[in-house]
């Protein structure tokens, strides 16, 4: 009997739930109790850490979500570009408003003091002129280019602050050359390659080109794991069409973005983010401070509660945790509020399987069987849709089109169980039957959904297939099945 369909309220949520693993979830009871509570992916950050706390997190992953037989995604998050100011030789310095401080990428070794700083990336005084304004720490300090010479970029302090070593530099309205991908990365795919990682984050995208670098180096590295695109650059919101060509999925990373752009411009792009990347099938994720008072706090405050709902009702696929559980206090509380804010979101959704918005030139088979499937459950009464996929693909394209219908992708592949961890409305399910015919296997899933309660007698229910089993890609054919009294499948209205 298959255990993997669960029937708590945790699992019966469409939208999808990230955390981020760190100190906070190094106990095996908080990892099984973040799971229970609702977790759909993990994520490394590889920014804080070494490799082997990230491998012993993996493990621990792994052996958790095999006790509880439930399908659970690891995500590596690379660190990227990120552009920061060097040591100090104290710690920190006071900045005040109308002092001259000068940022040294000509020397980035210079131990820093009140009149000056290293910078981790050389090429700034390439990227900016007179009048620019660069924001430091997320934005608390502020101060505007006033000279570049060689390689010193001097400034005049606009907003003061207190500025501690390697804290974070961007330009105001975006600007800046630097790949997606940095040296200290390449480490880091060989580690997610090592470690098993069903996705990969590729940080600071700018264009198409750094996620199809990031895709060469792992699959050299031997990873098959799908590539994030984690837009937090202008330039990754001017090439984000491009971008959604060569991505798997892409994630509304709202820290650095808002620095970028500025706050009172994040709202509306986030929206536009959502529905770029879902009208062109991509899975898209959003991130960052979204219940930032549960790392103290029991229980989220209400703007909080408002900003994970927003996302939902704008059709992301998955809301992420950063600190909240990685050194938060409260790790298996924050899943349990999100779950229920989530859960809560849903029951509002009205959004009814619109396939007007995508693009219906069909390039694959099981992509047209899936839009075709996703039509009829749209406009004939359907209490679920049954995909037996090999790679994922056909649940990732059910998936797209966003309904009230719950979607059950059965697979032998343990690889592609985990990857549609994270697509929305969908609830894999590890597919026992080892036989090549499509008549035995349809009927073994029926047994297992009505076991579990996942349907009931009388219930209308669509199933997507290959007419050739163990085919990745080979769907080619859907059937309307109708449960009888006794839960026989009898075929047609």
């Not at 099938?281 to 401070?289: G, L, W, Y």
Request: charged share 25%.
């Amino acid at each position: 009997m298959n255990s993997e369909i669960h029937n708590s309220a945790s699992h019966r949520r469409r939208t999808k739930i990230i955390a981020t693993l760190g100190p906070a979830t190094d106990e095996p009871e908080v990892l099984e109790g973040m799971i229970r509570a609702g977790v759909d992916v993990f994520r490394l950050n590889v920014s804080h850490g070494d490799a082997v706390d990230h491998e012993k997190r993996a493990g621990l992953v792994r052996k958790a979500a095999r006790k509880l037989r439930w399908q659970v995604a690891l995500l590596v998050d690379l660190q990227g570009p990120k552009i920061r100011v060097e040591k100090f030789r104290n710690g920190s310095v006071v900045l005040t408003a109308g002092s001259h401080f000068t940022l040294d990428a000509g020397d980035p070794s210079v131990i820093g003091d009140q009149h000056r700083v290293g910078v981790s990336y050389q090429g700034l005084p390439n990227d900016v002129s007179t009048g620019d304004v660069l924001l430091l720490d997320d934005g608390l300090i502020s101060m505007q280019v006033q000279s570049v010479h060689d390689g010193q970029v001097n400034c005049l302090v606009e907003q003061g602050g207190t500025l501690r070593n390697r804290k974070g530099l961007n330009l105001k309205g975006g600007g800046l050359s630097i790949s997606g991908l940095a040296k200290h990365d390449l480490p880091n795919i060989e580690l997610a390659a090592k470690v098993g990682a069903d996705y990969v984050a590729v940080s600071f995208v700018s264009n198409a080109g750094d996620i199809v670098r990031a895709r060469e180096l792992l699959r050299k590295a031997g990873s098959e794991a799908a590539l994030v695109a984690k837009i937090e650059r202008m330039e990754g919101i001017d090439n984000l069409k491009e971008i959604c060509e060569v991505t798997d999925a892409v994630m509304v990373a709202r820290g650095d973005l808002g620095v970028e752009i500025g706050d009172e411009e994040l709202p509306g792009l986030q929206k536009w983010i959502i529905r770029t990347a879902l009208k062109r099938n991509r899975i898209v994720a959003t991130a960052t401070q979204m219940m930032q008072s549960m790392i103290e706090n029991p229980i989220p405050t209400r703007a909080e509660v408002l900003d994970v709902a927003n996302a939902v009702l704008d059709g992301t696929d998955a809301v992420m945790l950063s600190a909240e559980t990685a050194v938060g206090k409260h790790p298996v509380k924050v899943i349990e509020a999100m779950n229920r804010i989530c859960l809560g979101a849903e029951r509002h959704f009205e959004r009814e399987g619109d396939i007007k918005h995508l693009n219906v030139r069909f390039e694959r088979i099981d992509q047209a069987i899936a839009m075709a499937a996703m039509y009829m459950a749209t406009n004939v009464s359907v209490q679920a849709i049954v995909a037996l996929t090999e790679s994922g693909s056909t649940a990732q394209w059910l998936s797209r089109v966003q309904s009230a219908v719950p979607i059950y992708a059965f697979s032998r592949s343990a690889a592609s169980r985990r990857r549609m961890a994270m697509f929305r409305d969908v609830f894999p399910v590890k597919q026992e039957s080892a036989s090549h015919d499509t008549d035995e296997v349809v009927a073994e899933v029926l047994r297992t959904l009505l076991a579990h309660g996942a349907v009931s007698e009388n219930d209308r229910i669509i199933v997507t297939m290959g007419d050739l089993m163990r085919n990745p890609g080979g769907t080619n054919t859907f059937r309307f099945i109708k449960l009888d009294a006794e839960g026989q499948a009898r075929y047609g209205l």
